[in-house]
């Protein structure tokens, strides 16, 4: 183990001295300071996506409305599948249930699919979730997300 502070433990420590002694001022210098970071969220974005999906995504919709792809890749990707509140393949259980239930949305949920594979769900446990969404959710439901993940399977 290290005897020095990383820089994220580095940052902590005024913000905590500062939150708990409400020093509102040095607190907002001590966050700017703590919270800069040397961050791209649309290259994270991309680099998440490609590697969830598997390849580099492009699709006619993106050269119609470039600031969808941008949007998609800085934010969703860049932003939201970098925080470690949840690692990918429980992100994919959620989204994939998500699409499931929401109807209307099979290539969505076929894509979601695809991705849930790609970060190491196997065909057994897919097949299981469909299973469990007959169980919550109904037989309609199941029926229907158990035919698309056949397209990937």
């Known amino acids: 183990m290290s005897n020095h502070l990383n820089a994220r433990q580095l940052a902590v420590v005024p913000i905590a001295a500062f939150t ?3 020093q509102p001022d040095k ?3 001590a966050l700017n300071a703590g919270l800069a970071v040397d961050w791209n969220s649309l290259l994270a974005g991309s680099q998440t996506q490609t590697q969830l999906v598997g390849q580099p995504v492009s699709d006619p919709l993106f050269d119609f409305a470039p600031a ?3 949007w998609l890749k800085a934010h969703l990707f860049g932003d939201i599948f970098q925080r470690d509140v949840l690692d990918w393949p429980t992100r994919e259980l959620a989204t994939v249930s998500a699409l499931a239930v929401l109807g209307g949305v099979n290539s969505q949920l076929k ?3 695809a991705i ?3 970060v190491g769900f196997r065909p057994e446990q897919l097949i299981a979730f469909t299973a469990l969404l ?3 959710c109904g037989a309609e439901i199941a029926e229907n997300a158990r035919a698309v993940l056949d397209e990937c399977i």
């Open 20 to 22: 708990a002694t409400g």
């Open 27 to 29: 607190l907002e210098a």
């Open 68 to 70: 969808i792809d941008t």
């Open 111 to 113: 894509s979601h699919f």
């Open 116 to 118: 849930s594979l790609n």
């Open 134 to 136: 007959k169980q919550h």
